[in-house]
């Protein structure tokens, strides 16, 4: 099935809410009326609201890049997704490799907030990768496997068009060194078979399947027009207009 692509910044932690808020209107400006691609910024928290100030009325969607699974409580730091919601929040990154590897975020947790993202009607962009040690042992598939086998315990083929997956290798993230269109085209075809097992072969082709890791303009054209590559993930390259704009324009020059 073709599926509409989507490309998604996630910011990490960068730009204030006025740096956000500049940024997003010059997204905005560029690609916030066309339709051939969905398109979501995830700024910091703190910038949620002015960015969702700049997007308003366009094609443009907002995304967080973490939440608490409860929905209030005793969390000292955390956010929670009706409070996301409250800031019009549709999408939220989940089990990013910075948070499993810096934060401690298990596959567990990972599975407590993509249910919570789906309980409260917000459309996770679920993240696995294998590191580099990984790759280089020849243990890529098992990794991604455990990763979004467990992460999907409990998701059911009616939510699959709100599933979103990314494929981030984390040797990729960052580095500069992107993984060639075989080397991701393997993964998300393996990725696309995992939720064929799991959500039956109609809900799986209905899953956008992200690649993020060094993706920019001069490498997007021959990632995105892989099968099984619905869009991207994209840091560095998103924390500026032009060069997020032309991987949007890329993706819709992918037929
Ligand atoms: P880079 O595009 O900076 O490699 O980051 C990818 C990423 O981690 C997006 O979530």
């Given at each position: 099935?073709h599926l509409?692509k989507l490309?998604a ?5 960068n730009k204030?809410?006025g ?6 209107k ?12 969905d ?21 443009v969607?907002?995304g967080?890049q973490?939440m608490?699974p409860?929905?209030q409580?005793?969390?000292t730091?955390?956010?929670?997704a009706?409070?996301?919601?409250a ?6 990154i989940?089990?990013h ?13 990972v ?13 996770p ?7 580099l040690?990984e790759r280089?042992a020849g243990?890529?598939?098992k ?10 315990e409990g ?8 599933l979103?997956i990314a494929?981030?290798?984390?040797w ?5 060194k ?5 080397q ?11 939720l064929?097992k799991i959500?039956g072969?109609?809900?799986a082709q209905?899953v956008?399947i992200?690649?993020g890791?060094s ?5 997007a054209?021959e990632?995105?027009s892989?099968?099984d590559?619905d869009?991207?993930?994209i840091?560095?390259a998103?924390l500026e207009a032009?060069?997020f704009v032309?991987?949007v324009k890329?993706?819709a020059?992918?037929?």
């Open positions: 099935m509409k490309i910044g996630n910011w990490k932690m204030t809410a740096d956000g808020l500049a940024l997003a010059d997204v905005v400006a560029a690609v916030g009326k066309q339709n051939e691609v398109v979501v910024i995830c700024p910091p928290f703190t910038a949620l609201e002015s960015v969702g100030r700049a997007v308003e009325g366009s094609v969607r907002l967080a973490n608490h409860e929905a409580g005793a969390f730091g955390e956010v929670s009706p409070m996301l919601r800031l019009f929040v549709t999408h939220v989940l089990g490799s910075e948070r499993r590897s810096l934060f401690g975020e298990t596959d567990a947790a599975n407590h907030k993509v249910l919570a993202a789906f309980k409260n009607q917000l459309k962009i679920l993240c696995v990768g294998e590191s040690a280089e243990s890529t598939l990794v991604v496997q455990t990763q979004t086998e467990r992460a999907l998701v059911g083929a009616d939510q699959a068009a709100s979103i494929y981030e290798p984390v990729a993230i960052g580095t500069g992107v993984a060639t269109a075989d991701a085209q393997e993964v998300h075809a393996f990725i696309r078979g995992l064929v959500l072969e109609p809900a209905r956008r992200l690649y890791g993706m920019k303009p001069s490498n054209a990632l995105l892989q099968k590559i869009g991207g993930l840091g560095g998103a032009r060069s032309e991987l890329a993706a020059a992918v037929k």
